[in-house]
């Protein structure tokens, strides 16, 4: 009908006709009528009663003003409890009308301001949790999160796993990490208010940490700033991407077929793999603003807590209300520890001693224990009955095998015999180095639903190292070989 009436303006009725494809009836029932047939469709008309027509206006429209935050199915509630004759298939209408209220005469509402960002200028930080993914280390469930650095422009990434909370040392460990694997140093780096973090501390407590984040801050020369508390949208370049990076690990760990892991060094891997594909994919651009970074400082800076420990007569000392064990040498000694998010690293005076597993406290705020049976072995064959009411018991035990097997000897020995038992046990593994296989062979005897044959055992990992015979080697004088070497000489003149 358009091309008709286009080609009416410059041809006769009958070619126009033509032309556009219609007969000359079609073409002089156009001429009576020009209107379009969309301009002839009358109005579409309600064909039932509005349901709300005499309570909108004078119910719904009051309580959305007074109530501008509740939620229409809770007006459809209200109405309903005042109208009995209302049915819930009233509800999408209700729906419908309350959008269209608010959209005209609701409130205003937050906007976001999209930004440019410019290459090298800003890096982002922040803590993600990572529970829902059920990872397990060794068959036990991992509760960890994922610090998640992230260079707002070209999108670089970094993750680390992090075993304890949103803390000053896991949130350094992780941006030095980021940083030198990136090469560069952007000019700001932001992170949200960490409170979690302060949030327990004192004012005290939290300006020292506070000035530690600025320290560092300066010593790679960036600018510390921080979002807003409760604005997430404010640090919009990684929270958005936070989603992003879980999603590809749980599709990795779908295509692995498991989420168990043999340690936590194959779960960290795991994690560099990743994202190292997503960086690879940005490589051009990240390589871009690689070349606009300000350069590294010729080291890193301390990423650790330090504190000075009494080493007391139960063989160990208590750190953030978690009991270490170290060699019973060390009682009366106070130590240097460097707290890091996973160890502790143990020096008496300026040697480096050991590095211990941190532990973490037990729900409900208990205290936990971090416990070597190597370090107390010796002290508990002198003492076997302190092994029944033992505090960290259960921690002692190297293995399930360990602790399955001492609760049998509970159930079918006197108790100083079932204690002798499992403290000969410990010892042998210890003394001869074969802790793991031990294990195999106690698990072998729960399963026989025996009780472990310490002769038998002995034997097996044979020989004893305190019975071994001394070997006392003698060495020639230094004279004989002067002998020797004077008489060679002589042979050849």
């Known amino acids: 009908m358009r091309l008709y009436m286009k080609l009416r303006l410059t041809e006769g009725l009958p070619t126009a006709a033509a032309r556009a494809g219609i007969s000359v009836a ?55 409890r005042r109208h009995p004759e209302l049915t819930r298939s009233v509800r999408r209408t209700l729906e ?62 970094h993750a680390h796993v992090i075993l304890g909370g949103e803390s000053y040392v896991a ?29 327990n501390l004192d004012s005290k407590a939290r300006e020292d940490l506070t000035s530690r984040y600025d320290a560092l801050c300066a010593h790679y020369g960036m600018q510390p700033s921080r979002n807003n508390r409760g604005v997430a949208h404010e640090n919009g370049a990684i929270e958005s991407s936070h989603g992003h990076l879980k999603s ?29 594909r997503h960086n690879a994919r940005n490589g051009k651009r990240i390589e ?12 890193r800076t301390c990423d650790y807590e330090e504190t000075l420990v009494y080493v007391t007569s ?23 520890v460097r707290l890091y998010d996973d160890r502790l690293e143990v020096f008496l005076g300026g040697t480096a001693l050991m590095t211990l597993a941190r532990g973490r406290t037990g729900g409900n705020g208990r205290h936990g224990h971090v416990v070597d049976y190597r370090h107390v072995i010796h002290a508990l064959r ?12 259960e921690q002692l035990f190297p293995g399930e095998a360990y602790r399955l097997t001492f609760e049998r000897l509970c159930e079918q020995l ?35 639903h025996r009780l472990p044959n310490l002769n038998e055992l002995r034997a097996h990992f044979a020989p004893d190292p305190a019975r071994l015979p001394e070997v006392c080697v003698q060495l020639a004088s230094l004279s004989d070989y002067e002998a020797l070497v004077h008489r060679h000489t002589e042979v050849q003149a």
């Open 171 to 199: 949130l350094a460990e992780g941006l030095q990490n980021a940083l030198w694997a990136l090469g560069g140093v952007p000019r700001e780096h932001r992170s949200d208010s960490l409170s979690a973090a302060f949030r």
């Open 248 to 276: 590809a690990i749980r599709d990795a760990l779908l295509l692995r077929g498991s989420a168990d892991f043999a340690d936590l060094m194959a779960y960290r891997g795991f994690i560099d793999e990743i994202v190292s």
């Open 314 to 336: 139960a063989c160990g000392f208590t750190l953030r209300k978690v009991f270490y064990t170290v060699p019973s040498r060390l009682i009366g000694h106070r130590l240097r």
């Open 382 to 393: 002198r003492k076997l009955m302190a092994l029944l009411n033992l505090v960290y018991r």
């Open 26 to 80: 079609t073409a002089y029932r156009i001429e009576k009528d020009p209107r379009l047939p969309s301009q002839k469709q009358a109005p579409r008309e309600r064909r039932r009663p509005d349901p709300l027509a005499e309570i909108f206006d004078s119910e719904v429209v009051p309580l959305l003003k007074a109530a501008p935050g509740v939620r229409p199915i809770a007006v459809l509630e209200e109405m309903m």
């Open 96 to 157: 419908r009308r309350i959008r269209t209220w608010r959209a005209q005469h609701g409130q205003e509402h937050d906007v976001i301001f999209r930004q440019v960002h410019e290459p090298g200028r800003m890096g982002l930080s922040d803590f993600t949790e990572m529970d829902s993914l059920g990872v397990t280390v060794g068959g036990v469930p991992l509760d960890h999160r994922l610090y998640h650095f992230r260079l707002a422009c070209s999108g670089f990434e």
């Open 414 to 448: 006197p108790p100083r015999a079932a204690c002798k038992t499992m403290v000969e046990l410990l010892s042998m593994a210890h003394e001869r180095a074969c802790e793991a296989q031990l294990g195999q062979l106690l698990q072998q005897y729960l399963t026989e």
């Open 288 to 299: 871009a603003e690689r070349a606009v970074l300000q350069p590294l400082p010729a080291t």
